[in-house]
């Protein structure tokens, strides 16, 4: 048995975890050190049989983390409990610690929340620290926070908080939750919601990480918001986003390209490097062919074919919402037929993309998507014109275009941009008046519409490229 424990000791000074250091104890054991976390490999002879006791602590709980004792009768076997022991250490040591914002009318109520909350997050070893604040601090630094929870009484100020903060998750606290002070159950909620956030934020590209990495693509969105013609660019360069950014003139025209390829040729990247250009752009488009309206004519203009020979790369342009659906297609891997709806504001009219069984739906002549005119025959409580700016009337009439796609297309789930977002619940609420509950699929809020656009058309390229290989 003597010579079983020395191999033992030897062989634990042999391994290796990061940012932990191994040394003998005063107890004839082995103390293993890191940031706050602290182990023990420990040594006794109990009725003539050794055994080893393993524990591992940190700092901020009087409970072990890992507690384990064995008779040391198999070297194979304990090599395999320290394994257990050092995984333990090093996830301890290397976890990300998500700081989130608890927050009510004054902060006052939710700040004996938020310490249950720790407790609670302290004993499932899970990665949170809360604190309280009132709503306006939330407003203003909420952004520092991976998530901001909201008490029950200021539940109203949600979408409020949404807009303020669109890369944050924000969700309300019910109140049976809050009220109890059931804090493994909000605990549980914020778990599930973070499982559930799958969209890709605007910069992360690894949403393409399943294609072609040696090429180089350049991403253009074209929107005319505010009367204000935007020109948003993203660069993926050998499956690295480098060189972004936007141009806003007073209108939009061909010379608008000329300036942002002047802008990239700067950055270091000519127009003729790239293997490929896609451009999504809005209403409806026809196999690179759009609207134009040249001369005061309405008119229609390949663009594709045009920017194809003027730069001697291959571009492709597409409907802005075909190729947001395409990125809510690729950032996620649960769903292969999903739909994405955009409704802006003080416009009934409607964007719908599509992607069905992994594969881009633009219909003939391009016009899948185009709803628009069956909205003049929905059953809405108020005016259509009128329902376009408000906040209930944009539920009514999202509800109504929604139900048109579930039932001609039933996908998978649907990924809705709306200036005046109203709650997913309540769309859906409304939406159950024409269809069964089981009929709808997942509705997932998207904040950034033009930041989609550049990804998926991004994954459009790539995939276009990948079948001109094959």
């Known amino acids: 048995m003597v010579n079983l424990e020395n191999d033992f000791r030897s062989w634990i000074y042999t391994q290796h975890i990061d940012d932990c250091t191994m040394s003998p104890d005063e107890h004839d054991g082995i103390a293993l050190e890191g940031d706050a976390v602290h182990g023990t490999v420990g040594f006794y002879n109990i009725d003539g049989e050794a055994v080893v006791e393993m524990r591992v602590e940190e700092d901020t709980s009087d409970t072990p983390a890992f507690f384990l004792h ?3 009768n198999d070297l194979d076997r304990a090599k395999e409990l320290f394994g257990e022991m050092a995984t333990v250490i090093d996830q301890m040591l290397h976890r990300t610690i998500r700081h989130v914002l608890l927050c009510c009318t004054c902060g006052m109520t939710t700040t004996f929340f938020a310490s249950k909350l720790n407790e609670q997050a302290q ?22 926070y991976a998530a901001v929870l909201l008490a029950p009484q200021v539940g109203y100020e949600r979408k409020a908080i949404c807009v303020a903060l669109p890369d944050t998750l924000v969700m309300e606290i019910p109140a049976r939750v809050f009220g109890t002070y059931d804090a493994a159950a909000a605990l549980r909620l914020l778990l599930d919601a973070f499982a559930e956030a799958r969209v890709a934020a605007v910069n992360d590209l690894r949403v393409v990480r399943d294609f072609d990495h040696s090429k180089r693509v350049l991403s253009i969105c074209y929107a005319n918001r505010s009367d204000e013609p935007t ?5 993926l360069d050998q499956g690295e986003a480098s060189v972004g950014g936007m141009l806003i003139r007073p209108s939009f025209d ?3 390209l000329d300036d942002l390829t002047a802008s990239l040729q700067v950055a270091g990247y000519p127009i003729e490097s790239f293997d490929a250009v ?6 409806v488009v026809d196999e690179g062919v759009i609207p134009w309206h040249g001369d005061g004519k309405a008119n229609k203009l390949d663009l594709a074919d045009l920017l194809t020979k003027r730069w001697g790369v291959p571009t492709y342009v597409d409907n802005g919402a075909t190729a947001a659906a395409a990125a809510c ?6 769903w292969d037929s999903v739909a994405f709806h955009a409704q802006p504001i003080g416009v009934a009219a409607c964007d719908q993309g599509y992607v069905v069984d992994g594969h881009p739906m633009v219909g003939r002549g391009g016009f899948s998507g185009n709803l628009k005119y069956l909205a003049k025959d929905y059953a809405l409580s108020m005016d ?5 700016w408000r906040y209930d009337g944009t539920c009514e009439l999202v509800a109504r275009y929604l139900c048109t796609t579930v039932c001609t297309l039933a996908p998978q789930a649907i990924f809705l ?16 008046r024409t269809l069964p509950e089981e009929a709808i699929p997942p509705l997932v809020s998207i904040w950034d519409y033009d930041g989609l656009m550049l990804i998926g058309e991004l994954a459009l390229c790539l995939q276009r490229l990948a079948e001109d290989v094959q």
Request: negative net charge.
């Open 417 to 432: 941009w709306c200036d005046l977002m109203p709650d997913e619940d309540e769309i859906r609420k409304e939406m159950t």
């Open 278 to 283: 896609g451009i999504a752009f809005p209403g």
């Open 123 to 144: 004993e499932m070893r899970v990665g949170y620290d809360f604190c309280a604040k009132s709503v306006e601090e939330a407003k203003r630094s909420g952004s520092e």
């Open 329 to 334: 297609y690729v950032s996620q891997t649960d």
């Open 231 to 235: 020109l948003s660019y993203k660069v």
């Open 70 to 72: 064995f008779v040391l």
């Open 384 to 388: 259509l014109d009128d329902a376009a």
């Open 254 to 256: 061909l010379w608008m």
